[in-house]
């Protein structure tokens, strides 16, 4: 393993006829396939190997064609018919060599294996799709149909203002049928997950964990050759270590700089610190089905109790901003009329008294192992946030797990206080709302960590999805905001901006408003 990153650093410190980027990522992928996970980690390990039917420009949130060269849509919303690309070619990986392009087959493969219980690759890696199934899509979904090898026609049961959007997350991943038969003759179907095969602009050449992701240049990419011919992650949890690979020439690219490190980055020679407001919220989430927490006047109690702006200075250091509502302030319908709860200690342990706990009670506080683009160090905020319960009676256990078991047991809801956040997909409101707090997403294995399921709350958002007029969505959502303040659900801590430090010689990377981090299009200077 340690040789794979000497390699690595060797590689950018004598500079060879390949140009290889090196990007010093956080953490290690649960796996090679975004249908089955969450974090951005895992969908950072895939997006250079995948496409979708339809992507974003890179840096923006505006859709544009990806596998589908275009689409039509129904005047009633319900039918979207995809002219796919021709001539896409597949990556050859391991024993395997693709007879064919691209096709309808791929679509109708990749869908069906998240929708329908008797694909046999359904089961496959636990089978569990949380976005698919968090997003309704089940039964949101009529029909995928192939028309012909080039055309696809999905038909809606009901109107879904955000379905194009939808379609460009990584979750819409369009994988290879004909590999997934390969696999099966293998009698190894989980190697799908694991060792990928895509159409993107980069092939997976081989992973060590906790250690080095490799990729080379896909010269048949659909889109063009990359500028760079090898991609290669050196996995580098620790802020402290990637600063210092960055600034010894190590690594290129380096995501979620420590906040007491931004000055110093700031006039670092030979580096350029990009900064963009984030499209993101972290929260503590109260398990609503767990006691107290199903008390709203316990949730509300708690929010008083927090000393929000000290959490903000102490740990974001002027990289975040207090949130209020669970949708950035850069999306549109945030609702500016609502009030956040005023950091006010004897009137939560009045509230509290009046839940029937006039001596407080006790919890658990679940923290993130890991640095996230929404929260810098949850272990810290944990420990803020356990000191001022402790002044109204709540003594708070601070708990963790590793970044993949945490994040399972807490979609499982085992925690009764957890903190997580989230950092938006498609530019859509209805990606926080429903995706975060709908009833949809309040099941087991749910992204709803507050199991939290208010019909009031999900009738908006869930009327909303089925609108197209942006006025009368954004009316919708207001009034779903309102609600969220008042039921109380989590502890909204603070939106950030999000820095990524480059080096000089990296040309052509931009900062993605989803805070995933793409490699297609950027270059390093000779």
């Known amino acids: 393993m340690a040789l794979g990153l000497v390699l690595a650093g060797a590689a950018l410190a004598q500079p060879a006829a390949a140009k290889t980027l090196i990007y010093c990522s956080e953490g290690s992928p649960e796996n090679f396939n975004p249908q089955i996970n969450t974090t951005g980690t895992s969908f950072d390990a895939s997006r250079p190997v995948y496409n979708r039917l339809v992507e974003f420009e890179r840096g923006t949130t505006t859709v544009v064609p990806g596998l589908a060269e275009s689409w039509e849509i129904s005047p009633d919303g319900l039918v979207y018919t995809f002219k796919l690309r021709q001539g896409v070619k597949w990556h050859a990986q391991g024993g395997f060599t693709p007879t064919r392009d691209f096709n309808a087959d791929d679509v109708l493969f990749s ?59 990584d979750f819409a991943t369009i994988q290879s049928a004909e590999y997934g038969d390969f696999l099966l003759k293998a009698g190894t179907p989980e190697q799908i997950d694991q060792v990928p095969v895509g159409t993107g602009p980069f092939v997976f050449v081989d992973y060590q964990k906790d250690a080095v992701i490799r990729y080379k240049r896909f010269d048949a990419y659909w889109g063009g050759p990359a500028p760079i011919e090898n991609l290669v992650f050196a996995i580098t949890p620790d802020a402290s270590v990637r600063y210092a690979k960055l600034k010894a020439g190590e690594c290129h690219v380096m995501p979620y700089p420590a906040p007491a490190d931004l000055e110093a980055l700031g006039k670092e020679e030979g580096i350029t610190l990009l900064s963009q407001e984030g499209l993101n919220i972290g929260y503590l989430a109260f398990n609503t089905t767990k006691a107290p927490f199903d008390d709203r006047r316990v949730r509300q109690a708690l929010n008083m109790a927090i000393d929000k702006e000290s959490i903000i200075k102490a740990v974001y250091q002027g990289a975040g901003k207090a949130a209020t509502n669970p949708i950035p302030p850069t999306i549109w319908s945030y609702n500016t009329a609502v009030q956040d709860y005023a950091y006010d200690p004897e009137k939560a342990k009045a509230l509290l008294a009046e839940a029937g706990h006039p001596n407080g009670f006790e919890t658990d506080l679940w923290a993130m192992p890991v640095q996230r683009p929404y929260n810098p160090n949850a272990q810290r905020i944990a420990e803020l946030i356990q000191a001022d319960l402790a002044k109204i009676g709540v003594t708070a256990k601070i708990v963790t797990y590793e970044w993949g078991e945490y994040r399972k047991r807490a979609q499982d809801g085992e925690h009764q206080m957890a903190q997580l956040g989230w950092t938006g997909d498609n530019g859509d409101p209805d990606n926080f709302l429903h995706t975060l707090l709908g009833c949809d997403a309040a099941r087991p294995g749910g992204s709803n960590i507050a199991k939290w399921c208010f019909k009031p709350f999900d009738d908006l958002v869930v009327k909303a999805k089925t609108i197209s007029d942006q006025a009368e969505r954004t009316r919708l959502y207001e009034q779903a905001q309102a609600i969220f303040k008042e039921e109380a659900p989590w502890f909204t801590i603070a939106h950030s901006v999000v820095f990524e430090p480059v080096r000089n010689e990296v040309k052509n990377y931009k900062i993605s408003p989803f805070g995933v981090h793409e490699f297609y299009g950027v270059d390093l200077a000779e």
């Open 111 to 169: 869908f069906n294996r998240q929708w329908k219980e008797d694909s046999p690759f359904h089961k496959v890696s636990g089978g569990a799709y949380d976005y698919f199934n968090d997003m309704g899509m089940p039964d949101l979904i009529k029909s995928i149909e192939k028309v012909d090898d080039h055309t696809v026609r999905i038909t809606l049961n009901k109107p879904e203002a955000p379905m194009l959007a939808d379609l460009g997350m």
